[in-house]
Protein backbone atom coordinates (compact mmCIF):
# COMPACT_ATOMS: atom_id res chain seq x y z
CA UNK A 1 0.00 0.00 0.00
CA UNK A 2 1.19 3.10 -0.28
CA UNK A 3 3.25 4.80 1.83
CA UNK A 4 3.00 8.04 3.50
CA UNK A 5 6.18 10.38 3.75
CA UNK A 6 9.30 7.97 5.26
CA UNK A 7 9.45 7.96 8.88
CA UNK A 8 12.38 7.83 10.81
CA UNK A 9 14.25 4.29 9.92
CA UNK A 10 14.45 3.50 13.46
CA UNK A 11 10.36 3.65 13.68
CA UNK A 12 9.08 3.39 10.55
CA UNK A 13 7.26 0.61 9.80
CA UNK A 14 5.30 0.31 6.18
CA UNK A 15 2.97 2.00 7.67
CA UNK A 16 -0.42 1.72 6.39
CA UNK A 17 -1.66 4.66 4.40
CA UNK A 18 -4.11 7.05 4.45
CA UNK A 19 -5.45 5.55 0.91
CA UNK A 20 -4.93 2.07 -0.52
CA UNK A 21 -1.95 -0.15 -1.64
CA UNK A 22 -2.94 -3.10 -3.13
CA UNK A 23 -5.01 -6.30 -2.22
CA UNK A 24 -5.71 -9.71 -3.43
CA UNK A 25 -9.00 -11.16 -3.72
CA UNK A 26 -10.19 -13.94 -1.95
CA UNK A 27 -8.95 -17.63 -3.77
CA UNK A 28 -11.68 -19.08 -6.27
CA UNK A 29 -14.02 -21.69 -4.76
CA UNK A 30 -14.28 -24.43 -7.31
CA UNK A 31 -11.89 -27.67 -7.41
CA UNK A 32 -9.54 -27.17 -10.15
CA UNK A 33 -10.81 -26.78 -13.61
CA UNK A 34 -9.88 -28.83 -16.72
CA UNK A 35 -6.87 -27.80 -18.60
CA UNK A 36 -8.21 -25.85 -21.20
CA UNK A 37 -10.33 -24.65 -19.30
CA UNK A 38 -7.70 -23.37 -16.88
CA UNK A 39 -5.33 -22.19 -20.03
CA UNK A 40 -8.88 -19.79 -20.84
CA UNK A 41 -8.45 -18.32 -16.92
CA UNK A 42 -4.20 -17.95 -17.49
CA UNK A 43 -5.10 -14.07 -17.56
CA UNK A 44 -6.75 -13.71 -14.77
CA UNK A 45 -3.74 -15.94 -12.81
CA UNK A 46 -1.51 -14.00 -14.67
CA UNK A 47 -3.44 -9.40 -13.70
CA UNK A 48 -3.08 -11.28 -9.97
CA UNK A 49 0.77 -11.96 -10.33
CA UNK A 50 1.57 -8.37 -11.90
CA UNK A 51 -0.12 -7.45 -8.83
CA UNK A 52 1.12 -8.99 -6.35
CA UNK A 53 4.41 -7.96 -8.26
CA UNK A 54 3.91 -4.49 -7.79
CA UNK A 55 2.72 -4.38 -4.45
CA UNK A 56 5.72 -5.94 -3.19
CA UNK A 57 8.36 -3.17 -5.13
CA UNK A 58 5.56 -0.38 -3.54
CA UNK A 59 6.61 -1.67 0.33
CA UNK A 60 9.83 -2.16 -0.89
CA UNK A 61 10.39 1.78 -1.99
CA UNK A 62 11.09 3.02 1.35
CA UNK A 63 13.48 0.29 1.92
CA UNK A 64 15.95 0.22 -1.29
CA UNK A 65 14.15 2.92 -3.88
CA UNK A 66 13.31 6.12 -1.84
CA UNK A 67 14.06 7.59 -4.86
CA UNK A 68 11.01 6.13 -6.86
CA UNK A 69 8.93 7.68 -4.08
CA UNK A 70 10.08 11.03 -4.76
CA UNK A 71 9.81 11.26 -8.10
CA UNK A 72 7.20 8.48 -9.46
CA UNK A 73 4.77 7.94 -7.28
CA UNK A 74 3.22 11.47 -7.11
CA UNK A 75 2.68 10.69 -10.45
CA UNK A 76 1.74 6.96 -10.50
CA UNK A 77 0.46 5.04 -7.36
CA UNK A 78 1.89 1.36 -7.62
CA UNK A 79 0.02 0.58 -4.09
CA UNK A 80 -3.67 1.76 -5.99
CA UNK A 81 -3.12 0.39 -9.30
CA UNK A 82 -1.91 -2.92 -7.80
CA UNK A 83 -5.08 -3.08 -5.75
CA UNK A 84 -7.75 -1.90 -8.37
CA UNK A 85 -6.02 -4.96 -10.55
CA UNK A 86 -6.69 -7.32 -7.82
CA UNK A 87 -10.76 -5.32 -7.03
CA UNK A 88 -11.10 -5.72 -10.76
CA UNK A 89 -10.59 -9.78 -10.94
CA UNK A 90 -12.55 -9.98 -7.68
CA UNK A 91 -15.31 -8.58 -8.96
CA UNK A 92 -14.86 -10.38 -12.03
CA UNK A 93 -15.08 -13.95 -10.45
CA UNK A 94 -16.94 -13.74 -7.12
CA UNK A 95 -20.45 -12.87 -7.81
CA UNK A 96 -20.12 -15.90 -10.37
CA UNK A 97 -19.07 -18.36 -7.46
CA UNK A 98 -22.41 -17.70 -5.83
CA UNK A 99 -24.62 -17.96 -8.73
CA UNK A 100 -22.74 -21.13 -9.86
CA UNK A 101 -23.53 -22.64 -6.64
CA UNK A 102 -27.12 -20.88 -5.85
CA UNK A 103 -26.39 -21.57 -2.69
CA UNK A 104 -25.26 -18.92 0.11
CA UNK A 105 -24.21 -21.11 2.61
CA UNK A 106 -21.76 -23.16 0.31
CA UNK A 107 -20.34 -19.85 -1.47
CA UNK A 108 -19.42 -18.92 2.34
CA UNK A 109 -18.33 -22.18 3.68
CA UNK A 110 -15.88 -21.69 0.37
CA UNK A 111 -15.21 -18.36 1.25
CA UNK A 112 -13.90 -18.87 5.09
CA UNK A 113 -12.20 -22.00 4.36
CA UNK A 114 -10.03 -20.05 1.56
CA UNK A 115 -9.60 -16.52 3.22
CA UNK A 116 -9.16 -17.38 7.35
CA UNK A 117 -6.42 -19.91 7.27
CA UNK A 118 -3.57 -17.89 5.49
CA UNK A 119 -4.91 -14.98 6.90
CA UNK A 120 -4.66 -16.21 10.42
CA UNK A 121 -1.37 -17.37 9.51
CA UNK A 122 -0.24 -13.66 8.36
CA UNK A 123 -1.55 -12.49 11.48
CA UNK A 124 0.33 -14.95 13.64
CA UNK A 125 3.12 -14.30 12.02
CA UNK A 126 2.91 -10.44 12.36
CA UNK A 127 2.28 -10.85 15.89
CA UNK A 128 5.00 -13.00 16.78
CA UNK A 129 7.98 -10.70 14.19
CA UNK A 130 6.78 -8.16 16.44
CA UNK A 131 6.71 -9.46 19.68
CA UNK A 132 10.50 -10.76 19.25
CA UNK A 133 11.55 -7.25 17.85
CA UNK A 134 12.55 -8.77 14.57
CA UNK A 135 9.73 -6.70 13.00
CA UNK A 136 8.09 -3.69 14.21
CA UNK A 137 5.34 -4.10 17.11
CA UNK A 138 1.30 -3.94 15.92
CA UNK A 139 -0.88 -0.65 16.33
CA UNK A 140 -0.47 0.86 20.07
CA UNK A 141 -4.42 0.44 19.99
CA UNK A 142 -5.02 -3.51 19.76
CA UNK A 143 -3.03 -4.07 22.96
CA UNK A 144 -5.33 -1.31 24.77
CA UNK A 145 -8.60 -3.49 23.98
CA UNK A 146 -7.45 -6.94 22.39
CA UNK A 147 -11.01 -8.66 22.49
CA UNK A 148 -12.52 -5.91 20.71
CA UNK A 149 -9.61 -6.26 18.15
CA UNK A 150 -9.61 -9.82 17.77
CA UNK A 151 -13.69 -9.37 17.62
CA UNK A 152 -13.48 -6.79 15.01
CA UNK A 153 -10.12 -9.33 12.79
CA UNK A 154 -12.57 -11.77 12.81
CA UNK A 155 -15.07 -9.90 10.32
CA UNK A 156 -12.22 -9.02 8.47
CA UNK A 157 -13.83 -5.77 8.52
CA UNK A 158 -11.67 -4.31 11.28
CA UNK A 159 -10.38 -1.34 9.33
CA UNK A 160 -13.79 -0.15 8.55
CA UNK A 161 -14.61 -0.52 12.56
CA UNK A 162 -11.98 1.87 13.68
CA UNK A 163 -9.76 -1.34 14.57
CA UNK A 164 -5.86 -0.92 13.58
CA UNK A 165 -4.83 -3.65 11.46
CA UNK A 166 -2.76 -6.76 12.72
CA UNK A 167 -0.81 -6.54 9.90
CA UNK A 168 -1.18 -3.13 7.41
CA UNK A 169 -2.75 -4.53 4.60
CA UNK A 170 -4.98 -6.84 6.31
CA UNK A 171 -7.27 -2.91 5.34
CA UNK A 172 -8.12 -4.86 1.72
CA UNK A 173 -9.95 -7.38 3.43
CA UNK A 174 -12.25 -5.39 4.87
CA UNK A 175 -13.36 -4.03 1.48
CA UNK A 176 -13.57 -7.43 0.03
CA UNK A 177 -15.68 -8.34 2.92
CA UNK A 178 -17.82 -5.89 2.25
CA UNK A 179 -18.14 -6.38 -1.21
CA UNK A 180 -19.09 -10.24 -0.27
CA UNK A 181 -22.18 -8.90 1.74
CA UNK A 182 -23.59 -6.91 -0.94
CA UNK A 183 -23.28 -9.45 -3.66
CA UNK A 184 -24.89 -12.27 -0.97
CA UNK A 185 -27.74 -9.44 -0.73
CA UNK A 186 -28.17 -8.79 -3.51
CA UNK A 187 -28.12 -12.28 -4.58
CA UNK A 188 -30.56 -13.02 -1.89
CA UNK A 189 -32.82 -10.29 -3.08
CA UNK A 190 -32.92 -11.99 -6.27
CA UNK A 191 -30.66 -9.51 -8.72
CA UNK A 192 -27.84 -11.15 -9.46
CA UNK A 193 -24.48 -9.90 -8.72
CA UNK A 194 -22.93 -10.05 -12.39
CA UNK A 195 -25.94 -8.72 -14.27
CA UNK A 196 -25.98 -6.18 -12.19
CA UNK A 197 -22.79 -5.04 -11.89
CA UNK A 198 -22.89 -2.37 -14.24
CA UNK A 199 -25.94 -0.69 -12.86
CA UNK A 200 -24.78 -0.86 -9.49
CA UNK A 201 -21.23 0.27 -10.16
CA UNK A 202 -22.64 3.37 -11.65
CA UNK A 203 -24.59 4.28 -8.49
CA UNK A 204 -21.37 3.70 -6.12
CA UNK A 205 -19.12 5.63 -9.31
CA UNK A 206 -22.25 8.72 -8.58
CA UNK A 207 -22.28 8.27 -4.88
CA UNK A 208 -18.35 8.74 -4.62
CA UNK A 209 -18.59 11.97 -7.36
CA UNK A 210 -21.73 13.54 -5.34
CA UNK A 211 -21.22 12.63 -1.81
CA UNK A 212 -17.78 11.37 -1.23
CA UNK A 213 -15.56 14.14 -0.24
CA UNK A 214 -18.15 15.80 1.79
CA UNK A 215 -18.22 12.74 4.17
CA UNK A 216 -16.04 12.61 7.39
CA UNK A 217 -13.63 9.55 7.78
CA UNK A 218 -14.28 7.26 11.27
CA UNK A 219 -18.19 9.41 12.22
CA UNK A 220 -19.14 6.20 13.96
CA UNK A 221 -15.94 4.97 15.57
CA UNK A 222 -14.87 8.42 16.22
CA UNK A 223 -17.48 8.94 19.14
CA UNK A 224 -18.95 5.51 20.01
CA UNK A 225 -15.74 2.95 19.41
CA UNK A 226 -16.76 -0.44 21.70
CA UNK A 227 -20.28 0.18 20.53
CA UNK A 228 -19.34 0.21 16.58
CA UNK A 229 -17.52 -3.08 16.88
CA UNK A 230 -20.37 -4.15 18.87
CA UNK A 231 -22.76 -3.25 16.81
CA UNK A 232 -21.14 -4.44 13.35
CA UNK A 233 -19.72 -7.67 14.84
CA UNK A 234 -24.04 -8.92 15.83
CA UNK A 235 -24.81 -7.41 12.74
CA UNK A 236 -23.05 -9.49 10.49
CA UNK A 237 -22.83 -12.67 12.33
CA UNK A 238 -26.87 -12.10 12.45
CA UNK A 239 -27.48 -11.00 8.69
CA UNK A 240 -25.08 -13.93 7.71
CA UNK A 241 -27.24 -16.65 9.78
CA UNK A 242 -30.49 -15.20 8.69
CA UNK A 243 -29.44 -15.40 4.76
CA UNK A 244 -28.94 -19.23 5.33
CA UNK A 245 -32.32 -19.49 7.02
CA UNK A 246 -35.10 -21.72 5.30
CA UNK A 247 -37.42 -18.85 6.11
CA UNK A 248 -38.22 -16.00 3.15
CA UNK A 249 -38.83 -13.24 5.72
CA UNK A 250 -35.34 -13.79 7.75
CA UNK A 251 -33.77 -14.50 4.13
CA UNK A 252 -34.96 -10.91 3.12
CA UNK A 253 -34.48 -9.21 6.89
CA UNK A 254 -30.78 -11.01 6.83
CA UNK A 255 -30.07 -9.47 3.22
CA UNK A 256 -31.11 -5.90 4.50
CA UNK A 257 -28.63 -6.70 7.36
CA UNK A 258 -25.99 -7.06 5.39
CA UNK A 259 -26.69 -4.04 2.85
CA UNK A 260 -26.91 -1.98 5.67
CA UNK A 261 -23.76 -2.71 7.66
CA UNK A 262 -21.97 -2.69 4.39
CA UNK A 263 -23.12 0.78 2.96
CA UNK A 264 -23.04 2.30 6.15
CA UNK A 265 -19.63 1.41 7.12
CA UNK A 266 -18.24 2.58 3.48
CA UNK A 267 -20.17 6.21 4.11
CA UNK A 268 -19.98 7.22 7.61
CA UNK A 269 -17.19 5.24 8.82
CA UNK A 270 -14.14 4.40 6.44
CA UNK A 271 -10.66 5.44 7.04
CA UNK A 272 -9.40 6.33 3.91
CA UNK A 273 -12.18 8.38 2.57
CA UNK A 274 -15.87 7.73 1.48
CA UNK A 275 -14.62 8.70 -1.99
CA UNK A 276 -12.16 5.62 -2.32
CA UNK A 277 -14.12 3.56 -0.46
CA UNK A 278 -17.29 3.88 -2.62
CA UNK A 279 -14.75 3.62 -5.86
CA UNK A 280 -12.87 0.56 -4.57
CA UNK A 281 -16.76 -1.25 -4.21
CA UNK A 282 -17.93 0.49 -7.65
CA UNK A 283 -15.21 -1.09 -9.36
CA UNK A 284 -15.65 -4.51 -7.68
CA UNK A 285 -19.05 -4.18 -9.29
CA UNK A 286 -17.44 -3.49 -12.46
CA UNK A 287 -15.57 -5.90 -12.88
CA UNK A 288 -18.67 -8.05 -12.14
CA UNK A 289 -20.51 -6.18 -15.42
CA UNK A 290 -17.23 -7.07 -17.35
CA UNK A 291 -18.35 -10.74 -16.86
CA UNK A 292 -21.74 -10.35 -17.56
CA UNK A 293 -21.22 -8.87 -20.58
CA UNK A 294 -18.51 -11.01 -21.89
CA UNK A 295 -20.98 -13.85 -20.94
CA UNK A 296 -23.80 -12.20 -22.23
CA UNK A 297 -26.03 -12.07 -19.12
CA UNK A 298 -27.33 -8.56 -20.40
CA UNK A 299 -27.64 -6.30 -23.63
CA UNK A 300 -24.25 -5.40 -23.97
CA UNK A 301 -25.17 -1.51 -25.31
CA UNK A 302 -26.88 -0.62 -22.63
CA UNK A 303 -24.15 -2.60 -19.89
CA UNK A 304 -21.03 -1.54 -21.76
CA UNK A 305 -21.82 2.57 -21.80
CA UNK A 306 -23.02 2.05 -17.80
CA UNK A 307 -19.54 1.02 -17.27
CA UNK A 308 -17.70 3.23 -19.81
CA UNK A 309 -19.66 6.22 -17.37
CA UNK A 310 -19.06 4.56 -14.24
CA UNK A 311 -15.44 4.48 -14.39
CA UNK A 312 -15.05 7.93 -16.15
CA UNK A 313 -17.56 9.39 -13.26
CA UNK A 314 -15.06 7.68 -10.78
CA UNK A 315 -12.06 9.32 -12.66
CA UNK A 316 -13.70 12.68 -13.23
CA UNK A 317 -14.19 12.23 -8.95
CA UNK A 318 -10.71 11.59 -8.95
CA UNK A 319 -9.77 15.20 -10.31
CA UNK A 320 -11.86 17.20 -9.17
CA UNK A 321 -10.69 15.77 -5.70
CA UNK A 322 -7.30 16.55 -6.51
CA UNK A 323 -7.97 20.08 -8.07
CA UNK A 324 -10.22 20.94 -5.08
CA UNK A 325 -8.02 18.99 -2.32
CA UNK A 326 -7.14 22.01 -0.42
CA UNK A 327 -10.71 22.52 1.06
CA UNK A 328 -11.02 21.37 4.58
CA UNK A 329 -13.79 19.69 4.50
CA UNK A 330 -12.47 17.29 1.90
CA UNK A 331 -11.56 13.95 3.18
CA UNK A 332 -7.99 12.02 2.04
CA UNK A 333 -8.39 13.53 -1.42
CA UNK A 334 -6.59 11.73 -4.15
CA UNK A 335 -3.61 12.59 -6.23
CA UNK A 336 -2.61 12.29 -9.73
CA UNK A 337 -1.42 9.20 -8.90
CA UNK A 338 -4.26 7.80 -7.76
CA UNK A 339 -6.31 8.45 -11.09
CA UNK A 340 -3.40 7.37 -13.34
CA UNK A 341 -3.24 4.08 -11.20
CA UNK A 342 -6.66 3.60 -11.49
CA UNK A 343 -7.02 4.40 -15.08
CA UNK A 344 -3.86 2.19 -15.79
CA UNK A 345 -5.69 -0.71 -13.82
CA UNK A 346 -8.40 -0.44 -16.40
CA UNK A 347 -6.25 -0.66 -19.28
CA UNK A 348 -4.37 -3.12 -17.49
CA UNK A 349 -7.45 -5.55 -17.01
CA UNK A 350 -8.95 -5.10 -20.49
CA UNK A 351 -5.98 -5.66 -21.51
CA UNK A 352 -5.71 -9.33 -19.96
CA UNK A 353 -9.38 -9.69 -21.26
CA UNK A 354 -8.25 -8.66 -24.43
CA UNK A 355 -5.37 -11.23 -24.75
CA UNK A 356 -7.25 -14.07 -22.80
CA UNK A 357 -6.78 -16.85 -25.00
CA UNK A 358 -2.92 -16.28 -25.31
CA UNK A 359 -0.47 -18.22 -23.52
CA UNK A 360 1.18 -16.20 -20.19
CA UNK A 361 4.32 -17.31 -18.65
CA UNK A 362 4.30 -20.18 -16.41
CA UNK A 363 5.85 -18.38 -13.90
CA UNK A 364 3.47 -15.31 -14.33
CA UNK A 365 0.35 -17.62 -14.03
CA UNK A 366 2.03 -19.17 -11.35
CA UNK A 367 2.59 -16.12 -8.88
CA UNK A 368 -1.18 -15.14 -9.51
CA UNK A 369 -1.87 -18.67 -7.42
CA UNK A 370 0.25 -17.69 -4.75
CA UNK A 371 -0.38 -14.09 -4.62
CA UNK A 372 -3.09 -14.65 -1.72
CA UNK A 373 0.26 -15.52 0.51
CA UNK A 374 2.09 -13.00 -1.35
CA UNK A 375 -0.15 -10.42 -0.43
CA UNK A 376 -0.38 -11.65 3.20
CA UNK A 377 3.45 -12.51 4.41
CA UNK A 378 5.47 -10.06 2.69
CA UNK A 379 5.33 -6.87 5.19
CA UNK A 380 7.10 -8.76 7.85
CA UNK A 381 9.73 -9.74 5.29
CA UNK A 382 9.93 -6.25 3.82
CA UNK A 383 10.68 -5.25 7.64
CA UNK A 384 13.05 -7.77 8.31
CA UNK A 385 14.88 -6.47 5.21
CA UNK A 386 14.52 -3.22 6.27
CA UNK A 387 16.09 -3.97 9.77
CA UNK A 388 19.43 -5.78 8.10
CA UNK A 389 19.68 -3.17 5.21
CA UNK A 390 21.83 -0.26 5.30
CA UNK A 391 20.07 3.05 4.91
CA UNK A 392 19.14 3.50 1.11
CA UNK A 393 21.68 6.31 0.47
CA UNK A 394 24.61 4.25 1.59
CA UNK A 395 24.36 0.94 -0.51
CA UNK A 396 26.03 1.01 -3.97
CA UNK A 397 23.46 0.13 -6.95
CA UNK A 398 24.63 -3.84 -6.76
CA UNK A 399 24.42 -3.98 -3.00
CA UNK A 400 20.59 -2.64 -3.87
CA UNK A 401 19.95 -5.26 -6.19
CA UNK A 402 21.51 -8.24 -4.00
CA UNK A 403 18.94 -7.29 -1.20
CA UNK A 404 15.96 -6.78 -3.70
CA UNK A 405 16.71 -10.19 -4.82
CA UNK A 406 16.69 -11.52 -1.52
CA UNK A 407 13.45 -10.00 -0.33
CA UNK A 408 11.55 -11.73 -3.80
CA UNK A 409 13.34 -15.39 -2.87
CA UNK A 410 11.96 -14.98 0.69
CA UNK A 411 8.33 -13.60 -0.15
CA UNK A 412 7.74 -16.07 -3.31
CA UNK A 413 9.64 -19.07 -1.04
CA UNK A 414 7.10 -17.96 2.00
CA UNK A 415 3.98 -17.77 -0.24
CA UNK A 416 4.85 -21.01 -1.95
CA UNK A 417 5.03 -22.56 1.28
CA UNK A 418 1.48 -21.22 2.76
CA UNK A 419 -0.16 -22.08 -0.59
CA UNK A 420 1.13 -25.92 -0.41
CA UNK A 421 1.15 -26.49 3.27
CA UNK A 422 -1.69 -23.92 4.53
CA UNK A 423 -4.26 -22.91 1.66
CA UNK A 424 -4.68 -26.09 -0.42
CA UNK A 425 -5.28 -28.30 2.35
CA UNK A 426 -7.78 -25.80 4.29
CA UNK A 427 -9.47 -25.53 0.72
CA UNK A 428 -9.80 -29.20 0.03
CA UNK A 429 -11.35 -29.41 3.41
CA UNK A 430 -13.59 -26.53 3.09
CA UNK A 431 -14.83 -28.54 -0.47
CA UNK A 432 -15.37 -31.70 1.41
CA UNK A 433 -17.61 -29.47 3.77
CA UNK A 434 -19.57 -28.28 1.19
CA UNK A 435 -20.24 -32.09 -0.33
CA UNK A 436 -21.81 -32.58 3.20
CA UNK A 437 -23.62 -30.28 3.58
CA UNK A 438 -25.32 -30.60 0.22
CA UNK A 439 -25.54 -34.26 0.29
CA UNK A 440 -27.60 -33.81 4.07
CA UNK A 441 -29.76 -31.92 2.25
CA UNK A 442 -28.64 -28.86 4.83
CA UNK A 443 -28.45 -25.61 2.23
CA UNK A 444 -31.21 -24.12 2.32
CA UNK A 445 -33.39 -23.17 -0.95
CA UNK A 446 -32.13 -20.29 -3.19
CA UNK A 447 -33.58 -17.96 -5.75
CA UNK A 448 -34.14 -19.79 -9.40
CA UNK A 449 -31.13 -21.98 -11.21
CA UNK A 450 -28.87 -19.54 -13.28
CA UNK A 451 -27.10 -20.63 -16.11
CA UNK A 452 -23.07 -21.69 -14.70
CA UNK A 453 -20.47 -19.72 -15.59
CA UNK A 454 -17.07 -21.37 -17.23
CA UNK A 455 -15.74 -21.05 -14.26
CA UNK A 456 -15.10 -19.22 -10.47
CA UNK A 457 -11.65 -19.89 -10.38
CA UNK A 458 -9.64 -16.64 -9.85
CA UNK A 459 -6.27 -16.25 -10.29
CA UNK A 460 -3.58 -14.90 -7.99
CA UNK A 461 -5.30 -14.33 -4.95
CA UNK A 462 -8.22 -16.17 -5.63
CA UNK A 463 -6.98 -19.23 -6.51
CA UNK A 464 -4.39 -19.19 -3.96
CA UNK A 465 -6.49 -21.29 -2.73
CA UNK A 466 -7.16 -21.13 -5.93
CA UNK A 467 -8.60 -17.32 -5.59
CA UNK A 468 -9.69 -16.73 -8.35
CA UNK A 469 -8.64 -14.31 -4.49
CA UNK A 470 -9.96 -13.67 -1.29
CA UNK A 471 -8.60 -11.27 -1.47
CA UNK A 472 -7.82 -9.13 -0.08
CA UNK A 473 -4.22 -8.55 -2.58
CA UNK A 474 -7.14 -8.39 -1.92
CA UNK A 475 -9.10 -10.78 -2.23
CA UNK A 476 -7.59 -9.47 -2.72
Known amino acids: MPASSPLPRATHAIAAPAAPAAGPAAPADAPA ?18 AALVVVFEHSLDVLFPEVRRTASPWFDFGRYGVFVFFLVSGYIVPASLERRRSVREFWIGRMFRLY ?40 LQDLLG ?20 VTALFVAGVRGNGAGAGTSLGFAAGAAAIGFALPTGLVSGHWPGYTVVVGVAAMAGGLLAVMSRRAGLRRGGACTLAALALGLLVLNNRIGAMESLAIVGTMFAGAGVYAVQHRRVARGPAVAMLALASAVTLAAGVHGLLDGQRPERANPPSWGWVVALGAAWLTFLAGLALRDRRFPRALTWLGVISYSVYLLHPP ?26 LLACVLVAAAVSHRYVELPMQGLGRRLTRSVRAAGASAPEPEPVPPPDSDRVPAGERLAAPAPSGAAVSP
Open 381 to 406: IVQVIWRLSREPGHMVPVERAAWALL
Open 33 to 50: PAAGRRRRLDWLDALRGI
Open 163 to 182: VPNVVNVFWTLSYEMVFYLL
Open 117 to 156: PPWALAGAIGLAAGAAGVAWAPPDGLAEHPARAAFAHLTM
